[in-house]
């Protein structure tokens, strides 16, 4: 089922993913038991990965050149696969994903169901058996429980966790909407995330913040400022990262070339990258079917089967000087048909892209 079916979905997106992080990494920090799942694999059968989305139409070259994805550097968010996670476990998924070619992994959580216990430890090295690489977790922003698994409320429980998980990156997928969307809101939390993104190097690890589409709209007491650029001036770019959800990214320019009074306000989300590229370390590659008559503009699709040109997109990245394995490309889909299909999928075409001569 498409996620446009929702009435809002991408507030129904956000709710859901902190629901389930909330009780999987909630679980964690109360108490990770037991052994890891056994490892036979699983298929399935049906649709792919979902992506940023350009404006332009084509899916990139294949054939001859150099390969547009960098060696090393595929991953894959496993918010995609909590279906199967929660049904066999992390172990047959992991070898699926290691069949299929990826090379790291970005947790939503450290069980998500998970089909017998498993703590930090086995999870780790189950990872690390497959050949994967944990390569970043997405933990909640905020909450009104003082008990939650969040950065505001937890902040050294959840980095001890990333710490044991030997992650290099750690962040959320939550908007930063907790005082409200005014200028002086999103500086408040800015400073929050300063803070965190200290906190985080100062383990060694990368602080950072998935968007949605929301973060390109306008402050509500100035709009003429963008949201997603007051986060971008008011942080530390030493502190505090980037995950750009490309889909989320060109949504947000359906929504938002113009200013609620009418007036052209255009943006390129690639732009973003290419002018502060060390602020990006990690992308989540989704697909999407231009729909002008859908209030999103898109409708989520397989990696491939949309309207993304991810050969100009990732190209573009990492032909940066310095910059071709300076950033990781994480395969996402919200809802997927068939996960294990969408995982399979997604790694085949990105893996078939090639540079044009």
């Excluded at 933990?139 to 969040?150: F, H, R």
């Excluded at 800015?190 to 973060?215: C, L, P, V, W």
Aim: aromatic residues 10%; neutral net charge.
């Amino acid at each position: 089922m498409s996620r446009f079916s929702q009435p809002d979905p991408e507030l129904g997106h956000r709710l859901s993913r902190r629901g389930m992080l909330g009780v999987a990494a909630g679980a964690t920090a109360a108490a990770l038991l037991g052994a890891a799942a056994p490892a036979n694999a699983a298929t399935g059968s049906a649709t792919a990965a979902t992506g940023g989305a350009m404006p332009a139409t084509a899916s990139g070259s294949k054939g001859r050149g150099r390969p547009v994805l960098p060696p090393g550097r595929l991953g894959i968010q496993l918010y995609s696969l909590r279906d199967k996670v929660s049904t066999l476990g992390f172990g047959p998924v992991f070898a699926e994903l290691e069949r299929y070619g990826y090379d790291e992994v970005e947790f939503a959580g450290y069980t998500q169901g998970s089909a017998g216990p498993i703590t930090l430890a086995q999870l780790k090295r189950l990872a690390r058996d497959h050949g994967l690489n944990p390569i970043g977790s997405h933990v909640g922003y905020y909450s009104d429980d003082p008990n939650a698994y969040t950065f505001a409320q937890n902040l050294t429980k959840v980095l001890d966790d990333a710490q044991a998980l030997g992650l290099k990156h750690i962040g959320t997928a939550s908007g930063p909407f907790r005082y409200g969307s005014t200028v002086d809101a999103w500086k408040r939390a800015a400073e929050d995330f300063n803070t965190y993104g200290a906190a985080a190097r100062a383990r060694g690890m990368k602080f950072y913040q998935h968007n949605h589409s929301e973060e390109f709209s306008f402050a509500t007491d100035n709009p003429k400022v963008r949201l997603y650029d007051i986060l971008l001036k008011e942080t530390d770019p030493d502190l505090v990262h980037l995950e750009m959800d490309i889909y989320w990214a060109y949504v947000g320019q359906f929504r938002f070339s113009k200013r609620p009074d009418g007036t052209p306000a255009p943006f390129e989300p690639l732009n973003y990258v290419l002018r502060q590229p060390d602020r990006y370390p990690l992308f989540h590659v989704k697909d999407g079917e231009s729909d002008p008559s859908n209030p999103y503009g898109y409708t989520m699709t397989d990696v491939g089967d949309g309207d993304i040109d991810y050969q100009r997109f990732i190209s573009a990245v990492t032909r940066l000087r310095g910059h071709r394995m300076a950033h990781h490309w994480q395969a996402e889909h919200d809802n997927p048909a068939e996960s294990f299909t969408f995982a399979r999928r997604s790694s085949a075409h990105l893996h078939s892209l090639r540079e044009k001569c």
